[in-house]
């Protein structure tokens, strides 16, 4: 799992879209629960298809 540097956003509405994860080339698909994420802060902003993890 590979995060976004601090202030680096990523576009939800393409999966095809180049973001900061090292698997290049490859379509990645799973889920990000609470394990995962009960350190970080996320804001999830629909009107935009935007997604921040702090």
Known sequence: VSFLAE???TN???QYERTGSRIGG???VGLIGYDLL???VV???Y???KLHIA
Do not use: A, H, I, N
Request: charged residues 45%; aromatic residues 12%; proline residues 0%.
């Open 7 to 9: 202030g680096q956003k």
């Open 12 to 14: 939800l509405e393409s």
């Open 26 to 28: 490859k379509r990645v």
């Open 38 to 40: 009960k350190d970080f």
């Open 43 to 45: 804001t999830l902003d």
């Open 47 to 49: 009107r935009y298809g």
